[in-house]
């Protein structure tokens, strides 16, 4: 769940810098295939790059020293009990479920017009028409294409403009605008609360249109294509997940193929250099871990040799893994209880604003009680001091048995101090 929560805030945090960046930069760029690729291409990079993991070294760092690791404890700078912290969870997760519930919602209402549009093929009258498979509607809807469907009046069919619309909507076609729609609608799922959703999706049914537009007016004439554009605005009734002919952009659209357009290419590529600053601030904020410290690699010092090293003697190594662990009184809660309980944190690492995780290494030993407390990693400010207090009270385990004899048995366990 935890887990779920972070990647859709990362996600939220790049679909909003990739949104700023076309704003910024390309939104009164001319060139509608370019923009159209940037507005996909930005918001499958918003969704994959929180999956690539943010700290490399830690991973390693945690399992250079050979032990059972045991769960992360967190403790706050409000030093909340275990039942606060619980608490808190139990909201989140909560908060995770009407998330959850409203997506689900909005998947409901993707399928429901998919269902629409498929009552009206298998309603209407359909026939092949220049590759286009068109679809008779009674009413005096507005054109609109669902890929190779079009749906049309009876009245438009055997007007002379239907010409210029069959057109428009075999370019749609051609171009699989159809395709870009149902992988935006589906994206609301995750992205139903972000404003950047809502400001792409315009932008790329936009872009539909002015590109369909330029294919179009290669095909007919343009001031008869446009008189035809400018007739038809006050038809209705369009469907979602479908490519309107008369899109409520007719200024631009005429503007637009209007436009004489050169070979820019110094442009284009000042506009692609200008655009390398926001995926950069995304890769770097992919590389910070912000839960934790700063990275660092442990260097364990000579006293600080792993446990299974330490002892020599026949029958005293200390064990990573055994048959029948270790286990503290009343179970693993009951340990996070009473480490939480017992635990503060320290004055002088809330006033230097110290955060991070502590690492400590502890043995079990064969009669159940904890020895060789030792800190692998430390963030100071006295966070390393006071877990290793903590642990080192620690009551009687029941040992670990190895072939039916007790033994000694290594564990780590991370101890992370956050400020509020």
């Known amino acids: 769940m935890e887990a779920l929560l972070y990647w859709n805030i990362r996600a939220a945090i790049y679909l909003l810098i990739f949104a700023v960046a076309y704003f910024l930069v390309l939104r009164r760029n001319a060139s509608v295939v370019f923009n159209r690729f940037y507005i996909l291409t930005s918001s499958v990079l918003a969704l994959l790059l929180p999956l690539l993991p943010t700290n490399f070294v830690e991973i390693e760092a945690y399992t250079v020293f050979p032990s059972v690791n045991l769960p992360e404890l967190l403790i706050d700078s409000a030093n909340n009990s275990v039942a606060d912290i619980e608490q808190q ?174 070979n820019q290419p110094a442009r284009k590529w000042l506009k692609l250099t200008l655009l390398l600053p926001f995926f950069v601030a995304a890769v770097f904020i992919q590389s910070c871990n912000f839960a934790t410290e700063p990275i660092e690699e442990v260097k364990l010092e000579e006293d600080q040799t792993p446990a299974f090293k330490q002892e020599q003697a026949p029958g005293e190594e200390v064990f990573t893994v055994v048959e029948d662990a270790p286990e503290f009184p009343g179970g693993p809660t009951a340990m996070i209880n009473f480490l939480a309980n017992n635990i503060s944190y320290p004055e002088e690492a809330r006033r230097d604003s110290i955060q991070g995780t502590v690492y400590i290494n502890f043995v079990v030993e064969k009669d159940g009680s904890v020895s060789n407390v030792k800190i692998l990693r430390g963030i100071g400010g006295g966070c390393d001091e006071e877990a290793k207090r903590v642990v080192e009270l620690l009551p009687e385990w029941k040992p670990g048995y190895q072939r039916g004899q007790a033994v000694r048995v290594s564990f780590n366990i991370p101890v992370k101090f956050k400020l509020n």
């Open 89 to 262: 969870n139990s909201f989140s997760i909560n908060m995770l479920f009407v998330f959850a519930l409203i997506s689900l919602g909005f998947v409901l209402q993707f399928v429901v017009r998919l269902l629409v549009i498929g009552f009206l093929i298998w309603r209407g009258r359909s026939f092949e028409n220049q590759g286009m498979r068109l679809v008779k509607l009674k009413s005096d809807k507005v054109p609109f294409s669902f890929f190779n469907w079009l749906f049309v009046s009876e009245h438009l069919l055997n007007d002379q403009r239907f010409d210029a619309v069959l057109v428009h909507e075999k370019a749609h076609a051609k171009r699989f605008h159809s395709l870009d729609i149902l992988y935006f609608e589906l994206l609301q799922a995750v992205f139903w609360y972000h404003p950047a959703w809502y400001f792409l999706r315009s932008e790329l049914k936009s872009m539909h249109e002015f590109e369909a537009d330029q294919l179009a007016i290669k095909k007919v004439n343009k001031s008869s294509y446009q008189k035809t554009l400018l007739e038809l605005t006050t038809y209705g009734g369009m469907l979602w997940l479908t490519t309107p002919f008369n899109v409520s952009l007719i200024k631009k659209r005429m503007l637009m193929m209007n436009q004489i357009k050169g």
